[in-house]
């Protein structure tokens, strides 16, 4: 029979066995509830910024989102995004003042040619909000950088694209869009910059300038015009997207295609469809998903060290058959 001492001692390894299977179970539970709850611990981002852009259905406006948030993830920001969904001042402006009375921590946005986005940008200004713009500028606002393409550069390349087009002989005429939504400061430098650089081509010659009014309905009246003209215009060198379109159709609509070249600006899935079959030679335009990518980090870099470079140029992009692949899956990535 057992003694005392040695059923006191049996039954105190089971309680240690007991206690070392228990101490094990709770572990492995706390590390899973830890693992588990990894997300919430995440850590809190350091600014809240908030970006205004013209609409949100437009490939080139969902690809500087895209760049913008990706951004936001590697800076730690926490980042809004608003448009309207079409082209609306009324309801960018709406956002713009969503944004100061929200007091965030900085503000990216779209402007237009209006005096009361640099009144809206003055207001963010004395709220101590500071105010970076994308794609266009209001450089007499108090905004503290621009980010976007040298419109200068825009016009030099689209003036080379049209010299490997028609082989450095071309009679053109220029469209230019005269949108109220547009900066037309921008839109002359384009031209200025295209007419710098056909110098190095004596056989090209700009014949007319036309300003497009009415959006696409316009472009195609004039370019009808072009068309049926004495000028022997065999060049087009459209400034806008929305134009670019519509004297592509008129070229199709008319058989011209071959025999007008066309050279325009943007990246819609109508325009590379045009570009696929050779309706429009090429197009050049700003790199959308880099200025929504730049503007988070120019805001960060402020935000950091009070000081940034009032205007980061990112480029050029050239659209030609022989990249519009490219193009397609990129637009295609966005949905």
Same mark, same amino acid.
């Given at each position: 029979?057992?003694?005392?001492?040695?059923? =006191?001692?049996?039954?105190?390894? +089971?309680?240690?066995?007991?206690?070392?299977?228990?101490?094990?179970?709770?572990? =492995?539970?706390?590390?899973?509830? $830890?693992?588990?709850?990894? %997300?919430?611990?995440?850590?809190?981002?350091?600014?809240?910024?908030?970006?205004?852009? $013209?609409?949100?259905?437009?490939?080139?406006?969902?690809?500087?989102?895209?760049?913008?948030?990706?951004?936001?993830?590697?800076?730690?920001?926490?980042?809004?995004?608003?448009?309207?969904?079409?082209?609306?001042?009324?309801?960018?402006?709406?956002?713009?003042?969503?944004?100061?009375?929200?007091?965030?921590?900085?503000?990216?946005?779209?402007?237009?040619?209006?005096?009361?986005?640099?009144?809206?940008?003055?207001?963010?200004?004395?709220?101590?909000? %500071?105010?970076?713009?994308?794609?266009?500028?209001?450089?007499?606002?108090?905004?503290?950088?621009?980010?976007?393409?040298?419109?200068?550069?825009?016009?030099?390349?689209?003036?080379?694209?049209?010299?490997?087009?028609?082989?450095? +002989?071309?009679?053109?005429?220029?469209?230019?869009?005269?949108?109220?939504?547009?900066?037309?400061?921008?839109?002359?430098? !384009?031209?200025?910059?295209?007419?710098?650089?056909? +110098?190095?081509?004596?056989?090209?010659?700009?014949?007319?300038?036309?300003?497009?009014?009415?959006?696409?309905?316009?472009?195609?009246?004039?370019?009808?015009?072009?068309?049926?003209? #004495?000028? #022997?215009?065999?060049?087009?060198?459209?400034?806008?997207?929305?134009?670019?379109?519509?004297?592509? $159709?008129?070229?199709?609509?008319?058989? !011209?295609?071959?025999?007008?070249?066309?050279?325009?600006?943007?990246?819609? %899935?109508?325009?590379?469809?045009?570009?696929?079959?050779?309706?429009?030679?090429?197009?050049?335009?700003?790199? %959308?998903?880099?200025?929504?990518?730049?503007?988070?980090?120019?805001?960060?870099? =402020?935000?950091?060290?009070?000081?940034?470079?009032?205007?980061?140029?990112?480029?050029?992009?050239?659209?030609?058959?022989?990249?519009?692949?490219?193009?397609?899956?990129?637009? $295609?990535?966005?949905?």
């Amino acid at each position: 029979m057992k003694t005392l001492k040695e059923k =006191f001692f049996k039954l105190l390894d +089971k309680v240690i066995i007991v206690s070392i299977i228990a101490i094990s179970i709770s572990g =492995f539970l706390l590390y899973k509830f $830890q693992t588990a709850q990894k %997300p919430i611990f995440a850590k809190v981002p350091e600014y809240h910024f908030y970006m205004v852009g $013209q609409n949100s259905v437009d490939p080139f406006w969902k690809e500087i989102k895209m760049g913008a948030m990706d951004a936001a993830k590697y800076y730690n920001v926490a980042l809004e995004f608003n448009a309207p969904k079409f082209n609306n001042i009324q309801e960018e402006l709406k956002y713009l003042e969503i944004a100061i009375f929200s007091k965030v921590d900085g503000i990216i946005t779209h402007v237009a040619n209006n005096e009361e986005f640099v009144n809206l940008i003055e207001e963010a200004y004395k709220e101590g909000i %500071p105010v970076i713009t994308v794609e266009n500028d209001a450089k007499d606002s108090k905004r503290q950088a621009f980010i976007g393409t040298n419109s200068f550069h825009l016009g030099e390349e689209a003036a080379k694209l049209l010299a490997k087009a028609t082989k450095g +002989k071309a009679n053109i005429a220029i469209i230019v869009s005269n949108d109220y939504q547009l900066d037309s400061v921008n839109q002359n430098l !384009k031209i200025n910059g295209f007419l710098d650089a056909i +110098k190095n081509y004596p056989e090209m010659k700009v014949v007319r300038v036309y300003t497009s009014k009415l959006g696409t309905l316009s472009a195609e009246e004039i370019t009808q015009s072009i068309i049926s003209g #004495k000028d #022997k215009i065999n060049a087009i060198y459209v400034t806008d997207s929305v134009d670019t379109i519509g004297t592509a $159709q008129v070229v199709v609509d008319f058989n !011209k295609v071959g025999e007008i070249t066309v050279v325009g600006y943007g990246d819609t %899935p109508d325009i590379l469809r045009y570009i696929e079959k050779g309706v429009i030679y090429g197009t050049v335009m700003s790199d %959308p998903y880099k200025i929504g990518y730049e503007s988070v980090k120019a805001m960060v870099e =402020f935000k950091k060290k009070n000081t940034v470079s009032t205007f980061v140029d990112i480029g050029v992009n050239v659209i030609t058959k022989e990249n519009v692949n490219e193009y397609f899956k990129r637009i $295609q990535s966005l949905d």
